[in-house]
């Protein structure tokens, strides 16, 4: 296998994701005291989840792999092989690696195991074990073709946006900006399907300084189980799994959704002239991201920070309540600490500390489908802009210290 080194966010994860699977789960017995510790339940069949809440993995199922204890990928298997084109090998060593990616999309289709078609079925129903099927009405089925698996269940005003039909118009982009694709696959049995390209600039913030290095990806995102929107994200990750998926979201800069409607294929239209803004969005944000890096914070103005963006609770309020705004902000400035710690104490180090708690260390709990899966239900929260009011709250509020 051959490996195409990238100096970039991507490249970090897949270092620091092993290097803590390996001091985590060196030795079996290193599992067997994290288990009588309370932080690992064992499953059965070399499964663990973890129960550590202290854990950004908290929730979540390990499987033994070759003596390591490995994160579920959460790729689509179900047609025998890996849903993964990449041009860079993971974390999980899993996929169709390509050196240097292709610009044809029909080959990132094939490789990448998104090349299948949805249908739309009836929903039936038996009112007695005897009875003759019934139609629900206004209820639909959504089948994935080439394995004739049922997907979701929709209402009568969704359409199915294609695999090929949703990426088609990143093929312009790649003719406009000269772009590869980067990765694409699929996740859940196929309900979920990704495809990313990289624009050809980077954006370093704060060069003479932290030489914090972004490199942007746009990456599409669709769902055919009827839990989200189609969407567009500018991110710094490029998705390789369930996991960096989540990552791709959790950090867009910008993005662009629509629901899967009978108008949705001609919104997508708006879709290309918002993504043709990408360039400039970058510039952007990277002089506004720039102006933080070079604003000094003092750990008692971030806790004024904190205090605009989550009211302190009155003296009389329930101890529950108080104790709850302590374990935040104590949470907060650990998180200050460790991004000061490589970004120097600056108002661009908090907006970091401040994104990462907001998507890592607030409360969540799964339901329906997604109950025992944090990672996945995370990343749905995200791409319904679960957080966003408050961290454009919080970039708002810091931009301010700017112009001090």
């Known amino acids: 296998m051959t490996t195409l080194a990238l100096p970039d966010v991507n490249q970090k994860f897949a270092d620091e994701r092993i290097a803590q699977i390996n001091r985590a789960t060196d030795k079996q017995a290193g599992i067997d005291r994290q288990v009588a ?18 854990s950004w993995d908290d929730g979540e199922v390990l499987v033994m792999n070759q003596g390591e204890l490995l994160p579920e990928h959460g790729l689509d298997v179900t047609t025998g092989q890996v849903a993964l084109y990449t041009t860079t090998p993971a974390w999980h060593q899993l996929g169709n690696v390509i050196p240097g990616g292709t ?10 195991g998104i090349n299948f078609n949805v249908s739309r079925r009836p929903v039936l129903y ?3 074990p005897t009875d003759q099927p019934r139609v629900v009405p206004d209820q639909f089925v959504n089948i994935r073709e080439d394995t004739n698996a049922a997907l979701g269940v929709v209402g009568a005003r969704y359409e199915v946006l294609q695999n090929r039909q949703n990426f088609e118009f990143l093929q312009d ?22 495809v990313s390209m990289r624009l050809p600039q980077a954006v370093i913030i704060d060069a003479e300084g932290v030489k914090d290095e972004i490199l942007p990806f746009i990456v599409a995102l669709n769902s055919h189980d009827g839990s989200s929107l189609f969407q567009v994200v500018v991110t710094p990750w490029r998705p390789v799994c369930g996991n960096t998926e989540r990552f791709a979201v959790r950090d867009a800069v910008t993005r662009w959704g629509v629901r899967h409607t009978r108008n949705a294929r001609d919104r997508i239209e708006e879709a290309r002239r918002t993504l043709r803004l990408s360039v400039e969005y970058f510039d952007s944000f990277a002089a506004e991201e720039e ?13 004024e920070v904190i205090g605009d963006l989550w009211a302190t609770p009155d003296e009389d309020a329930p101890v529950r309540t108080r104790n ?17 710690a490589r970004l120097g104490r600056t108002a661009y180090a908090a907006e970091r500390a401040i994104t990462e708690f907001a998507d890592w260390k607030t ?11 944090n990672l996945a239900a995370r990343a749905t929260a995200v791409m319904e802009g679960s957080a966003d009011e408050l961290k454009s ?4 509020r810091l931009l301010t210290l700017t112009h001090r």
């Open 37 to 54: 510790d309370g932080k690992l339940r064992n499953l059965g069949n070399g499964r663990y989840q973890v129960t550590d809440p202290d």
């Open 103 to 112: 610009t044809d999309i029909d080959q990132v289709l094939t490789l990448g």
């Open 126 to 128: 038996q009112a007695n």
């Open 173 to 194: 982009l790649v003719n406009d900006y000269a772009v590869t694709w980067e990765s694409a696959g699929a996740v859940r049995e196929g309900r979920k399907v990704f």
């Open 291 to 303: 102006a933080l890096a070079r604003t000094n914070l003092a750990i008692d103005q971030f806790h």
């Open 324 to 340: 709850k705004h302590a374990k935040r902000v104590e949470l907060l400035t650990d998180l200050y600490d460790a991004n000061a």
């Open 363 to 373: 409360t969540i709990r799964p339901t329906g489908s997604l109950r025992g899966n």
């Open 393 to 396: 709250k919080a970039h708002r």
